[in-house]
């Protein structure tokens, strides 16, 4: 079974890694010192042991092994005196580089997109998040799978010559495609009933947290909504969209949606695999932006969630920014300053309980004014009506007043309009005044 052919075993015990950076264009030896902290943080997630760290100096990338020479060779000393099973790249490797250096070091060599993978195949739960999470490894797997089948390597050339070894290799690589078109198929379906359910969600005014992985989106979810989403100190400790209803003012619901958190150097058939749950934020009235505040790199944080949302096209949707962990951080003058810089913009503390009715009220003040509240008048033999209203709009209250239905309901200005010209279009509506009540002869 193809499904077997999982890359990582999830079951291993803790394996003892070390780190490997290679500064990017424009990075200094500092900052991809700072990566890897992030990537450290990766590898205690995935459960493995930091035993030690290398850094490649800039400028001195060999295509072969992506260190030099000499940093391959002080590599293969520190996994011989730290007795290490695991080597981690920062960088993505190809796969010739990943079977050059497991060569020349002797141990398993994983690249950040792997080691992400593998964080992601402990985290799923749900269906959805299982089969988002299959369908990327095996996209990741398929162009590896040459170095998965060393035992089988001895191929021969020639009609009617063919070895065991590309054989085995051929059947596996079309069972993993046959695969991924069956994941493909099952997350098409996932996007179907999706659909359905946002549909059912369209006339409700949704708030979508997103921002960088671990700044405590669930657990603003949780207090807002006095909900019990599983919470952890790790990175993507969330990766299904959850969402939870926050209880707001009469004849107004709001929708919380808790997605999956963005991350430096996320790959991009992760990220593609994964947009279902993305689509939840696409699909949002108002996106929630948290930050880790007491983080040390949160403004490269920042701007690495801008950077996913413009590439999502999501970069001109309404924006609060929503400063957590407030009681972490000890220069209290820097939140005058971040309020000027990020607008609109709440400081809070989701553990500790502050100021959260800040963040109430500021998300409120974002529904009261995009959504708006109309009362409808039909004589009974229009009563069809009915279901054009319900299908724009939540309706709050339907009543008979003489002979008639009064409907009551809340809407957002854009389906306003729609319903508002349809009516109009109607032989038989007319508006009575500029305070969007529709009396229907």
Not at 160 to 167: A, C, H, I, L, S
Not at 257 to 275: E, Y
Not at 365 to 393: C, H, K, N, W
Request: aromatic share 6%.
């Amino acid at each position: 079974m193809v499904s077997q052919l999982r890359v990582f075993d999830t079951k291993a015990r803790r394996e003892r890694a070390i780190l490997v950076g290679v500064p990017g264009a424009g990075e200094t030896r500092w900052e991809e010192e700072e990566h890897l902290d992030e990537l450290a943080l990766l590898a205690d997630t995935a459960g493995a042991e930091v035993v030690g760290r290398l850094v490649q100096d800039a400028g001195r990338v060999n295509p072969a092994f992506l260190i030099g020479k000499g940093k391959l060779d002080e590599l293969v000393r520190m996994i011989s005196e730290a007795d290490a099973n695991l080597v981690i790249f920062d960088n993505d490797l190809s796969p010739v580089q990943v079977k050059n250096l497991e060569k020349a070091c002797g141990v398993k060599i994983l690249d950040r997109s792997g080691l992400i993978l593998d964080i992601f195949a402990r985290r799923a739960r749900t269906k959805e998040a299982k089969t988002q999470v299959e369908l990327a490894q095996l996209k990741y797997l398929l162009p590896r799978l040459t170095r998965q089948w060393t035992h089988l390597s001895r191929q021969y050339g020639g009609i009617g010559t063919r070895g065991p070894g590309e054989t085995q290799l051929e059947v596996d690589r079309r069972m993993i495609r046959r695969r991924i078109a069956v994941l493909d198929r099952e997350l098409q379906q996932i996007r179907q009933q999706r659909d359905v359910r946002r549909r059912h969600r369209s006339r409700v005014f949704k708030a979508a947290f997103v921002g960088y992985t671990n700044v405590g989106k669930s657990s603003l979810l949780n207090a807002l909504t006095n909900s019990d989403v599983f919470v952890e100190d790790r990175l993507f400790a969330t990766l299904d969209a959850t969402v939870r209803t926050m209880r707001a003012e009469k004849g107004l619901r709001i929708l919380l949606i808790d997605t999956v958190g963005f991350i430096r150097k996320l790959p991009h058939h992760l990220v593609a695999s994964f947009m279902s749950t993305l689509e939840e934020a696409a699909e949002a009235d108002l996106l929630l932006h948290v930050v880790d505040v007491s983080h040390p790199h949160f403004p490269a944080q920042i701007a690495t969630v801008n950077e996913v949302l413009r590439q999502l096209g999501l970069d001109t949707r309404p924006m609060l920014y929503v400063f957590n962990k407030i009681d972490a951080v000890h220069e209290k003058g820097i939140f005058a300053s971040l309020r000027e810089q990020y607008r609109p913009s709440v400081f809070v503390s989701a553990t500790r309980g502050m100021f959260l009715q800040d963040l109430r009220n500021a998300i409120l003040d974002f529904a009261r004014r995009q959504f708006i509240e109309v009362t409808v008048t039909l004589p009974r033999e229009r009563a069809s009506m009915l279901g054009l209203i319900d299908q724009l709009a939540e309706v709050e209250e339907v009543t008979e007043v003489n002979g008639e239905l009064s409907v009551r309901f809340r809407t957002d200005r854009d389906r306003w309009a729609r319903l508002r010209s349809s009516l109009r279009r109607s032989e038989y509506a007319e508006e009575a005044s500029e305070e969007q009540v529709l009396q229907v002869q």
